[in-house]
T-cell receptor, first 110, second 113 residues
Framework: EDQVTQSPEALRLQEGESSSLNCSYT??????LFWYRQDPGKGPEFLFT???AGEEKEKERLKATLTKKESFLHITAPKPEDSATYLC???????????FGAGTRLAVHP | KAGVTQTPRYLIKTRGQQVTLSCSPI?????VSWYQQTPGQGLQFLFE???????NKGNFPGRFSGRQFSNSRSEMNVSTLELGDSALYLC????????????FGSGTQLSVL
């Protein structure tokens, strides 16, 4: 069964304290792994797409990496505005049917 | 470019009623997907439409249905509402090539009393 597991469920960081979020997946044939950010009361906002093991993408303080079994979202020197829920999702196949993980709630305190 | 627009933003219904939610995708996007988000189950895929045809469907009962119009706007209908249908319903649009990044609306928060 296609499955996405994210850890930790919640993470509290001090401003400037770097960390990583994990997304492990089990799919029959990966056709893309996506990271989204979701703020309270809003829909998910696209961050990154990764398609093959070894691929990396960066945007400001965020860096996403992909292996054959998992993906990491590295947050370097986070700021309070990075506080949000980070969602990982995969395409196992089928048009635009994303399988989402439960998300990691990140809180960054000044 | 305008984003994905969902209406209404909030809805309160009672058990047994039916509800229709609306979604206008980004201009030029022909694919519209619907997702249900709850605290317990997270984000779950409902169905996807492309050029007025349903191409993919998730594991939801037949009470959940949808359609897409020729201008790519989509509606989702839930009949005979149950308490467990309370959720944030999200619409996402994309070009329709498959396995592409999706752009989400802010959702419709449905409360069933």
């Amino acid at each position: 069964e296609d499955q996405v597991t994210q850890s930790p469920e919640a993470l509290r960081l001090q401003e400037g304290e770097s960390s990583s979020l994990n997304c492990s997946y089990t799919v029959s044939g990966l056709r893309g792994l996506f990271w989204y950010r979701q703020d309270p009361g809003k829909g998910p906002e696209f961050l990154f797409t990764l398609y093959s093991a070894g691929e990396e993408k960066e945007k400001e303080r965020l860096k996403a990496t992909l292996t054959k079994k998992e993906s990491f979202l590295h947050i370097t020197a986070p700021k309070p505005e990075d506080s949000a829920t980070y969602l990982c999702a995969v395409y196992p196949g089928g048009y635009n049917k994303l399988i989402f993980g439960a998300g990691t709630r990140l809180a960054v305190h000044p | 470019k305008a984003g994905v627009t969902q209406t209404p933003r909030y809805l309160i219904k009672t058990r047994g009623q039916q509800v229709t939610l609306s979604c206008s995708p980004i201009s030029g996007h022909r694919s519209v997907s619907w997702y249900q988000q709850t605290p317990g189950q997270g984000l779950q895929f409902l169905f996807e439409y492309f050029s007025e045809t349903q191409r993919n469907k998730g594991n939801f009962p037949g009470r959940f249905s949808g359609r897409q119009f020729s201008n790519s706007r989509s509606e989702m209908n839930v009949s005979t509402l149950e308490l467990g249908d309370s959720a944030l319903y999200l619409c996402a649009s994309g070009p329709g090539q498959g396995n592409e990044k999706l752009f989400f609306g802010s959702g419709t928060q449905l409360s069933v009393l």
